[in-house]
């Protein structure tokens, strides 16, 4: 133990990396207790989570969740941001931490809810964005069913907002909690529609509705965190009955890895040759 706290000490981006694993890990395990304890008071079974869709999410959340994916693309990062340091900035240094924090949370979401927008418009986006709605059992598991493509680009996208706004590192802890709970319980198995609130904050009743195989409905509800910009500009769709079917209609993809990684490849190169 001591050998390896002294081979943190000595590399800096490791013990960084090892941190902020740990961290997101520690959030994530209490996500899930939380989720599926909550799931066995709506009398919700288990049977679901030994199925092949929800294994294969789950190797998505090991992926991602145990900085594979962090590893893969350091070398890509590390070599972009300190190109983009002239874009950062540092409004919320003198705001209060949790003025600040909302802030945050408030930018962030209007930005990814756009981004959201664009990835089922845009058919290059969609390409990539579609693998997150091949699921057809959804569980708290599929919100970590992302493309490394997609995961890629929406990370380089979201640094420019990170660096203009110049987000304190004690913000990040309560922005990935919230966002970390926020995507894992919206992709739960519970019926919950926030009551009212549910026109400001993301419910899983809203979000289910996102995943439907109804075109008109699956087009809609973009927002991460926050309802309220579904609301504004007439994305906000309520279901006339709880879904029963996930997926896309007419888009079959194989339940492995390998082939959810070449789909959207595949997709793109049929849209060419048509």
Request: proline share 5%; aromatic share 14%.
């Amino acid at each position: 133990m001591k050998e390896l706290i002294a081979f943190l000490a000595r590399h800096r981006s490791i013990r960084e990396l090892v941190i902020s694993t740990a961290t997101a890990l520690a959030i994530y395990l209490v996500c899930t207790l939380l989720i599926l304890l909550a799931e066995r008071r709506g009398e919700r079974g288990f049977v679901v989570y030994r199925s092949r869709n929800a294994l294969n999410d789950l190797a998505y959340a090991v992926f991602y969740k145990c900085s594979i994916y962090n590893v893969l693309v350091f070398p890509l990062f590390a070599f972009v941001v300190p190109r983009v340091q002239f874009l950062r900035r540092a409004p919320l240094a003198n705001l209060p931490k949790p003025a600040a924090v909302i802030l945050c949370w408030i930018v962030f979401d209007f930005l990814i809810y756009w981004l959201h927008r664009m990835q089922h418009a845009v058919g290059p986006l969609w390409a990539f964005h579609s693998v997150h709605h091949t699921q057809t059992e959804l569980t708290f598991l599929s919100a970590n069913r992302i493309h490394f493509v997609e995961q890629l680009y929406a990370g380089l996208l979201m640094m420019i907002p990170a660096l203009l706004l110049g987000v304190p590192q004690p913000l990040w802890f309560p922005l990935l909690a919230a966002q970390i709970f926020s995507e894992a319980m919206q992709h739960a198995r519970l019926n919950w529609t926030f009551g009212r609130i549910g026109r400001l904050i993301v419910s899983p009743a809203f979000h289910a509705v996102h995943h439907s195989t109804d075109e008109r409905e699956y087009n809609g509800n973009y927002g991460l965190i926050f309802s309220i910009w579904d609301a504004a500009f007439g994305t906000f769709v309520v279901a006339e009955a709880p879904v029963r079917r996930f997926g896309v209609e007419g888009m079959e993809v194989r339940e492995s890895l390998a082939a959810q990684f070449l789909h959207p490849f595949r997709l793109l190169l049929s849209r060419q040759r048509g």
